[in-house]
Nanobody
Framework: VQLQASGGGLVQPGGSLRLSCAASGSIFSINAMGWYRQAPGKQRELVASSTNGGRTTYGESVKGRFTISRGNAKNTVSLQMNSLKPEDTAVYYC????????????WGQGTLVTVSS
């Protein structure tokens, strides 16, 4: 499975940004897709995930501000980020998890999101 993410960039505090990710290859094996992020000097953390069955999970710091969505074919995932804060600055990674896996099996290349005035 290959994951290709896009949509990062520079945005002012309070602004919005949308990330997108498309999976290719053995997509039949994917049971969930999501986003993680890693800020400088910090561990990678879950931002949001969505299973094929529609169950979503959000990190505490983004609840109410970010929304994850999947495409109809279940091989794409998007992250709508609103009310962005400087602490949201990080490299965002698209992820995919197979059935039964507790953690992602596949990772995208990462896209940088910078929230700054």
């Amino acid at each position: 499975v290959q994951l290709q993410a896009s949509g990062g960039g520079l945005v002012q505090p309070g602004g919005s940004l949308r990330l997108s990710c498309a999976a290719s290859g053995s997509i039949f094996s994917i049971n969930a897709m999501g986003w993680y992020r890693q800020a400088p000097g910090k561990q990678r953390e879950l931002v949001a995930s969505s299973t094929n069955g529609g169950r979503t999970t959000y990190g505490e710091s983004v609840k109410g501000r970010f929304t994850i969505s999947r495409g109809n074919a279940k091989n794409t995932v998007s992250l709508q980020m609103n009310s962005l804060k400087p602490e949201d600055t990080a490299v965002y990674y698209c992820s995919a998890r197979t059935l039964g896996a507790r953690y992602p099996d596949y990772w995208g290349q990462g896209t940088l999101v910078t929230v700054s005035s």
